[in-house]
């Protein structure tokens, strides 16, 4: 499979200059990691998007899970480019059909996602890669790995364009499923 397709140190540069950092935002101390000027930049998109593509076009797949919401962006643009379907992962009440739910702890408190039961048309083992922007710690994507495996298909990966390593989301998750992430920050 793409396991060895990875960007080079000057590509890598091009995409984290094209993420603008906000500082303080939402709150005090954290430094906001913005993608809609990565989204606007035609160039670095373009770059990104290729790279993915490139990455899962020998994976087989048969669907994109993105989590909301700005993993939606991400998957459902590399869905169409690989020609297969998209599905969304979303907070607790906002999908109209049947869902199954997964709960996750917050800092403080919990939070739900959810997806449609019969997101994956009922095809067994289907081989489903899960995609959002960032990784921190970890939870709504291991809460998301968890719910996806639940609908007896194969998650065969989940995919970041940012790794935030100052804790520990990619490691827990990877006990669950393969992790790539774009770039480390």
């Known amino acids: 499979m793409g396991q060895d397709v990875v960007l080079n140190e000057k590509d890598k540069k091009i995409l984290l200059d094209s993420i603008r950092s906000v500082p303080d935002f939402p709150k005090a ?18 770059l990104l998007m290729n790279h ?36 969304p992962v979303r907070k607790k009440g906002k999908l109209p059909s049947t869902t199954v739910c997964e709960k996750y702890e917050l800092e403080y408190g919990f939070d739900e996602v959810e997806i449609h039961l019969d997101a994956f048309n009922d ?8 995609l959002d922007d ?31 390593t100052v804790l520990d989301g990619k490691e827990k998750l990877s006990k669950l ?8 920050i």
Do not use: H, W
Request: contains cysteine.
């Open 29 to 46: 101390g954290i430094i906001f990691k913005d993608i809609t000027t990565l989204l606007n930049d035609k160039d670095a998109f373009e």
């Open 123 to 130: 095809k067994k083992n289907a081989r489903v890669l899960l």
């Open 134 to 164: 960032l990784i921190v710690s970890g939870g709504t994507a291991y809460a998301s790995a968890n719910l996806i495996q639940k609908l007896n298909v194969s998650l065969v990966e989940s995919c970041f364009l940012m790794n935030f």
């Open 52 to 87: 993915l593509e490139n990455r899962y076009k020998s994976y087989n797949l048969d669907f994109i899970a993105g989590i909301e919401s700005r993993g939606f962006i991400f998957a459902a643009a590399l869905a169409t480019r690989l020609k297969i379907g998209f599905v």
């Open 177 to 184: 499923v393969p992790v790539y992430s774009v770039l480390e």
